[in-house]
């Protein structure tokens, strides 16, 4: 296939990150990927299609709302983008640094503002290493959902990767009806593990 015009992929990747990274629109951000896409995360496995997507983002993302996503940098190549992404908290203990864990993305462009595929590279000790920091200090410093909802570190990389002053997240999740969060590997009943 043909690579895209580079404009088109840019823009698409920034409507990509301000959907779901930034805004946290997770069913409008699988809609952004193609009915046969494939997202494959290493530690989970491998869904496709915007229904598979949506349940596993929201289903994750449910589980640890205290989790938002800062854009680091990105390389478009062809129709392939690759980026890095910083897993962020903020600290529960009053002025203390953000608690992070990073991940680099791989995806590919598909035209029309969609998706063809994204691969999820992380290091499950590192994710370890950030919950257990961060679970010492919510028992130290206790917080309310509306707490763990706050997004205030954005950091200083990608300008444009961030909401406006003033936004209150509000994940596609949060308002769901019925709405489970998945809170192990155990409890996936659709996609496939690739371990």
Same mark, same amino acid.
């Given at each position: ?26 069913? !409008?951000? !699988? ?33 640890? %709302? ?13 129709n392939r983008i690759v980026y890095k992404a910083i897993n962020r908290a903020d600290n %529960?203990? %009053? ?25 999820d590279i992380w290091t499950v000790r590192e994710m370890v290493a950030f919950s257990k ?47 489970? %969060?998945?809170?192990?590997? !155990? ?9």
């Amino acid at each position: 296939m043909a690579d895209f015009d580079r404009s088109e992929v840019e823009e698409s990747f920034r409507n990509y990150v301000m959907t779901g990274l930034v805004y946290e629109d997770w069913e !409008a951000w !699988a809609n952004l990927f193609t009915d046969d896409a494939t997202y494959t995360d290493h530690y989970y496995g491998r869904f496709t299609g915007p229904q598979e997507i949506t349940r596993f983002l929201e289903g994750t993302m449910g589980f640890a %709302p205290h989790v938002y996503t800062v854009l680091v940098w990105y390389v478009i190549d062809g129709n392939r983008i690759v980026y890095k992404a910083i897993n962020r908290a903020d600290n %529960p203990e %009053p002025g203390a640094a953000p608690i992070d864990f990073p991940s680099f993305q791989i995806i590919e462009y598909a035209g029309d503002g969609k998706w063809r595929s994204e691969e999820d590279i992380w290091t499950v000790r590192e994710m370890v290493a950030f919950s257990k920091e961060y679970s010492r200090a919510l028992k130290a410093f206790p917080q309310t959902l509306e707490e763990k909802l706050s997004r205030k570190d954005w950091g200083p990389w990608v300008e444009w990767a961030r909401p406006e002053p003033g936004h209150v997240a509000k994940p596609s999740w949060l308002t769901r009806d019925g709405f489970t %969060p998945i809170s192990s590997i !155990a409890e996936f009943d659709f996609g496939v593990r690739t371990h």
